[in-house]
């Protein structure tokens, strides 16, 4: 079974300290992971994706780092300010290799709140 | 503006009483998606679409049913809803598959009582 298992649950960070959010996946066919970012009564926004052939990409504050080995990739969230308050959901999926290739596989998502 | 809506926003209905939940996208995309979200076990995928007349199931397809008869539109009915299927519905469309990056229409609000 395809499963992509997400941690925490919850976070509380002070403004300007750095978040961090853990995904580990089974599935070594998955070679797209990317990060969706959702806020109260939205729908989740793609955040910044990585594909396997990188261990670490960078977007403004917020970067991935993929340690293909062990089978996990990591959200890390510089400066986190009250702004980045929502959920974060992980996800996987085999996109370029055939099985299950048109299926995205989600983390049960990390209820993030800054405080000032 | 490129965008997915989801009509309607809320529904309360009532166990048995069939529904449709529409979607739509203005962005020409080829791959459109139906996921619930529950409080614990984030996003669920229920059905997905790679293009006109194909669809596939996806973790979740029990008690649903969809089409895609037009490239824009991906409804979802529920032919005999249960309290079970009481959840928050998204749908997504991205230009070829889940490799794109998907946009997400604004949730359905469900209960099913």
């Known amino acids: 079974q395809q499963q992509v298992k997400q941690s925490p649950q919850s976070l509380i960070v002070q403004k300007g300290g750095i978040s961090i959010i853990n995904c580990a996946y089974e599935n070594t066919a998955f070679d797209y992971f990317p990060w969706y970012q959702q806020f109260p009564g939205k729908g989740p926004a793609l955040l910044i994706a990585i594909r396997p052939d990188v261990s670490e990409k960078k977007e403004g504050r917020f970067t991935i780092s993929f340690n293909k080995s062990a089978k996990q990739f990591s959200l890390h969230i510089m400066d986190s300010q009250p702004g980045d308050s929502a959920t974060y959901f992980c996800a996987a999926t085999p996109a370029y290799s055939g099985a299950g290739s048109y299926q995205l596989t989600f983390g049960k998502g990390t209820k993030l709140s800054v405080i000032p | 503006e490129a965008q997915v809506t989801q009509n309607p926003r809320y529904l309360i209905t009532v166990t048995g009483k069939k529904l449709t939940v529409t979607c739509s996208q203005n962005m020409n995309h080829e791959y459109m998606s139906w996921y619930r979200q529950d409080p614990g076990l984030g996003l669920r995928q229920i059905y997905y679409s790679m293009n006109v007349e194909v669809t596939d199931k996806g973790d979740v397809p029990e008690g649903y049913k969809v089409s895609r008869k037009e490239k824009r539109n991906f409804p979802l009915i529920l032919e005999s809803p249960s309290p079970n299927q009481t959840s928050l519905y998204f749908c997504?469309?991205?230009?070829?598959?889940?490799?794109?990056?998907?946009?997400f229409g604004p949730g359905t609000r469900l209960t099913v009582t």
């Open positions: 997504a469309s991205s230009l070829e598959g889940v490799g794109h990056e998907q946009y």
